[in-house]
C-alpha cells in the first residue's frame, strides 16, 4: 500500500468491525491520536513490567545473577474474553507460563543447574542422578561411567580417615568440612563419559556437614551440603565459573533456602565466594609461573584459585561452628562430643549412686567417668552429655535441684535403657 496520499490519510485507522461514517471518525481524530500515544506508552509500560518480573522470576528460581544468560524471546499466551463489564483473561495463568519458559531458557544456559550436579551419564542435569537423594549426602565424585556418587558425609570422613568423625555423631554435632580436589572427584571418569569434556567440571569442592535443620514435629534433621567451584562452557562458547551449592532436605526443600533465615553469616559468606569465582577471568594462570600458557595452563591457574577460594570457605565454615559453640558454651559447664553410643553404655554401667533426678529440667541424670555428666528423658534418650567440675554436681545436690530418683523412675529408666541395648 502507498503511504502518504490523501485517501491513506482519511482512512479510518480501525478497519472491520468499526461501522462509524467517516464524518464521525473525523472529529475524533485529534482525541484519537493522543490516545494512540498512551497506547503506545501503557503498552512500553507493561513490556517493561513483564520483562521486570521475568528477571525477578528467574533471580528467584535460580538464584542471585543472570549473568549466563543469552538473549531470547518470551512466548507467553494470553486468552481474551471480551464483555461488558470488562474483559476476561483465561488459560495458564502468566506465572505458570513464566516458570515455564524461565525453566527451559536455564535448561539451554549449558551444563550447569544450581543445586545439581551434571550427569555425564544422562548427559543432562535433570535425571535422578543429579541430586543427593538424601539429606546427609554430598558429592563424593564421578563413577567411570560419568554418574555422580553420593554419599553421606560421615561417610566421606571416614573413607578419608579423618578422626573426627566421631564429633559428628555428638548431640551437639561439630560442623565439619572436607575438601577435594578436580582430581579426586574426577579421576575415576573414562574419557568416553566426559572426563575431558568442558560441560561441567569440579574445580574445587567442600562438602560440610552435618547441618541441624528444622524436621517433623520438633526433631532437628541433619543435612550435610555440598559446594563446588564449577567451570562450564557459558553462551557464546565462553567459559565460566561459579558456585554451586547442593544440597536438600527429605522434603525435597532445597537447604539453602532454610539456610537463608538460620544461617545468614554463612549465607554472606557464600555471597561473597560466588563473586570471587565468577569474577575469575577465564585466561588466569594461577599464581605459579607455568611457562606454557594455553587452555592446560589455564585450567590449572583456575583450579589453584578455586581451591583457594574455597579453602577459606571452609575454614570460614568451620569458624563459624566454633564461634556457635562457644556462644551456648556456659562457663562452668563444656559441651563434650562423644558418641551417643559412649554416654549409653555409661549410663548401663552407672550403679544407682550415679543416677540422679533433676526436678526443674525432669532428667535423670547420669555421672559418668571424666567428669562427664549424661542427661537423659526419663525414657533413656539422651539430651546432652557435658563436663562439669565436682564442685558443680555438689552445688545441685545441696540446691536440692538433682536428688537421689525414686526407685520407679530408676526402674523406668533402666527398662527403656535396656530395650536401647538391642536396637543399638
Ligand atoms: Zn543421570
New binding site residues.
Given amino acids: 500500500m502507498k503511504l502518504g496520499t490523501r485517501q491513506d490519510k482519511k482512512k479510518p485507522v480501525n478497519k472491520g468491525s468499526d461501522k462509524r461514517t467517516p464524518v464521525q471518525a473525523g472529529k475524533k481524530n485529534a482525541k484519537r491520536s493522543s490516545s494512540r500515544i498512551s497506547f503506545k506508552l501503557r503498552a512500553r509500560n507493561v513490556e517493561r513490567q513483564l520483562a521486570d518480573l521475568a528477571r525477578d522470576g528467574y533471580l528467584q528460581m535460580f538464584g542471585s545473577d543472570t549473568a549466563r544468560l543469552g538473549r531470547f524471546t518470551l512466548n507467553i499466551e494470553l486468552g481474551l474474553e471480551p464483555g461488558r463489564a470488562g474483559w476476561k483473561i483465561f488459560g495458564q495463568p502468566l506465572d505458570t507460563q513464566l516458570r515455564t519458559v524461565l525453566k527451559q531458557v536455564e535448561a539451554k544456559t549449558g551444563a550447569f543447574r544450581h543445586g545439581r550436579v551434571y550427569?555425564y551419564?544422562?548427559m543432562?542435569g535433570d535425571?535422578d542422578?543429579?541430586i543427593p537423594g538424601d539429606p546427609t549426602k554430598v558429592f563424593a565424585g564421578y563413577s567411570s561411567t560419568g554418574?555422580p556418587n553420593w554419599i553421606s558425609f560421615g561417610q566421606m570422613l571416614l573413607d578419608r580417615g579423618d578422626h573426627r568423625v566421631d564429633e559428628l555423631y555428638a548431640e551437639n554435632p561439630s560442623l565439619l568440612t572436607c575438601l577435594l580436589s578436580k582430581d579426586q572427584l574426577h579421576r575415576e571418569q573414562l574419557n568416553a563419559f566426559g572426563r575431558q569434556s568442558l560441560d561441567y567440571i569440579v574445580l574445587s569442592q567442600v562438602a560440610a556437614g552435618y547441618f541441624l535443620l528444622p524436621g517433623k514435629g520438633g526433631s532437628r534433621e541433619k543435612a550435610a551440603l555440598t559446594f563446588q567451584a564449577v567451570q562450564t562452557m557459558g553462551p557464546k562458547k565462553t567459559l565460566m565459573v561459579d558456585l554451586n551449592v547442593i544440597g536438600q532436605t527429605n522434603e525435597h526443600i532445597p537447604i539453602t533456602d532454610l539456610l537463608d533465615q538460620r544461617f545468614s553469616r554463612l549465607q554472606q559468606r557464600l555471597v561473597k565466594t560466588r563473586d570471587r569465582l565468577r569474577n575469575l577471568k577465564p585466561s588466569w594462570t594461577g599464581r605459579g609461573n607455568y611457562r606454557r600458557t594455553g587452555p592446560a595452563s589455564e585450567t590449572r591457574g583456575r583450579v589453584e584459585f578455586a581451591e583457594m577460594v574455597l579453602s577459606e570457605l571452609a575454614r570460614g565454615i568451620e569458624q563459624l561452628s566454633r564461634q556457635a559453640a562457644r556462644r551456648t558454651m556456659h562457663a562452668e559447664r563444656r559441651a563434650v562430643k562423644r558418641p551417643v553410643s559412649k554416654a549409653l553404655q555409661e549410663a548401663r554401667a552407672a550403679g544407682d549412686e550415679k543416677l540422679l533426678w533433676d526436678k526443674k529440667q525432669e532428667t535423670i541424670v547420669v555421672l559418668g567417668a571424666k567428669q562427664r555428666i549424661h542427661v537423659f528423658s526419663p525414657e533413656a534418650r539422651l539430651v546432652t552429655t557435658l563436663v562439669m567440675e565436682s564442685d558443680g554436681v555438689e552445688r545441685r545436690r545441696k540446691k536440692g535441684r538433682w536428688i537421689t530418683p525414686e526407685a520407679e523412675r530408676i526402674e523406668t529408666f533402666r527398662n527403656s535403657l535396656g530395650k536401647k541395648n538391642k536396637s543399638q
Fill in positions: 550427569c551419564k544422562c543432562s535425571c542422578h543429579s554418574k
